[in-house]
C-alpha cells in the first residue's frame, strides 16, 4: 500500500477558500495512486475563533488542571478534520476522521507537552483499506488512563512524522504558509531564498534556534526513520524544500545549489539571558549552582565555563527564579538582560577555517557587539543584544552572499 502522510497547518485551513486549495492538494495525491492520510491543526491563529490562542482566551488557565486544558485545546484540530471531511466527501471520495486516539498515538502524561511513547496504526490502515481519505486531528494523542493529551506547540508536526514512521511512509508532506525553508526570515531580509535541499541536522539547528518552519521534535524523528520531509506552500505550486539523509546524493544536489555557499541559513531567537558567576570551588560553589540549576528545572544554554567563572543564558520566563538562586546562594553575579541568540547554519562549515573571523569581524563593523559564542559541527552561535537581531541578520545574508 503506497501511503502518504499530509500536514497541513492552521492558515491551511482557516477558510472555506484556504481549505479548497487543501482539497485539491489531497485529491491530487489520490490521483496519483497514494493512499492520503490528512494531518489537521486547529484553524488559523490568535484571533480565528477555533485556534489553539482562541480557545485559551476563552478560560482562566489558572483555574484549571492541565488535564483539563488538555481536553479543551484539542477541539481546535477536530473541528478543522471535521470540517475537511465535509468537504472530501462534496467531491464524492470517502473520508474518515480520528482523534489522536482513534489514530492510535500513544503518549505519557505530561499534559501540555506529552511525549509520543508508541503508536498503533491499524485503524488507520483498515479505514484506508476501506477507501477512505483518513484525517487525523494533530498535536493530541491519549495516555494510559484514556485521557486526553496535546503534544505542545506545533504538535501537529509530531503527528504527521509518528504517523510517517508507523505506516512506513518514504516522504512527508509538511503545508505551510511559505514556500520552504529560507536562508533568512523573508519578513527582515528581502532576498532570502527558499532552500531547495537540507540535510537533518541543518534544518534540526534552524527549527530549534528561532526559524519556525518545522517542529525540532519532527525533524529528530524523521532523521531516526530516515523519513524525507518536504516543506510546501498550500498556496503556491513551489516545489518546497526537500529534508533528507546527508548521503552522496545529497552532497550533489547541494554543490549544484550552493556552488561554495558556507552558509545554509541563519535565524535568531530572542528573549535571552547572560548570567555570569563567580565561583569558588573550595566552598563548592559550582556543585551547588547546578544543583539549584536542575532541582529548579532551569535550561541552560550557551554554557561557557572557567575555572573561577561560569557564563550561561538563560530563557525570560526562567530569569525570576535563576535570580532568586542566585539572590539566595550568595553569589557574586551580573546578568545581562534583553539578549538575543544568532545562529549561523551550515554543514560545509566543518573543518572550514576563517568562519568565525568573518561573522565577527562583519558584526564588528557594524557596531554589533557579541557578547558570547560558541560552535559545533555546522552550527556558530552568537550572543547579542535584542536591539541588534534583524541588523545582524540582514548582515550575515549580504556577508556570506546567501542571496545568490
Known sequence: MKIIVQKFGGTSVSSSESRRIVLKKIIDKVKEGYHVV????????????????SLLDLINKEALNPREIDLLLSCGEIIS????????????????????????IKTNDNFGNAEVL??????????LKDGNIVIVAGFQGVNSN????????????????VLGKALHCNQVEIFTDVDGVMTADPNIVENAKVIKTMCYSEVYQLAENGAKVI??????????????????????DSEGTIIEKADTNFYNNRKKQFNDKIL??????????????????????????????TINKINIDLINF???????????????????????????????????KLSAVG????GVPGVMAKIVNALWKNNIKILQSSDSHNTIWCLIYEKDAEAALKILHEEFEMYK
Do not use: W
Open 118 to 127: 508508541d503508536v498503533d496504526p491499524s485503524n488507520i490502515i483498515n479505514s
Open 215 to 236: 517542529h525540532p521534535k519532527a525533524v529528530e524523528i524523521a532523521q531516526q526513520s530516515n523519513i524525507s520531509l518536504i516543506i510546501k506552500n498550500t498556496f503556491t
Open 264 to 293: 545554509t541559513g541563519i535565524t535568531f531567537k530572542k528573549g535571552r539571558n547572560q548570567i555570569k558567576v563567580k565561583t569558588d570551588d573550595e566552598k563548592n560553589e559550582t556543585e551547588r549552582l547546578m544543583n539549584d540549576i
Open 146 to 161: 484514556g485521557e486526553i493529551t496535546t503534544l505542545g506547540r506545533g504538535g501537529s508536526d509530531i503527528t504527521a512524522v
Open 38 to 53: 490528512v494531518v489537521v491543526s486547529a484553524m488559523g491563529r490568535k484571533g480565528s475563533p477555533y485556534s489553539t490562542d
Open 306 to 340: 572557567f575555572i573561577d567563572e561560569k557564563i550561561f543564558t538563560v530563557e525570560d520566563k526562567d530569569l525570576p527564579v535563576m535570580t532568586n538562586i542566585l539572590k539566595e546562594g550568595n553569589y557574586k553575579y551580573d546578568i545581562i538582560k534583553n539578549c538575543c
Open 81 to 104: 478534520g471535521v470540517t475537511l471531511s465535509s468537504m472530501i466527501r462534496e467531491k464524492g471520495y470517502k473520508a474518515k476522521v480520528l482523534t489522536g486516539r482513534l489514530a492510535g
Open 347 to 350: 554543514y560545509k562549515m566543518h
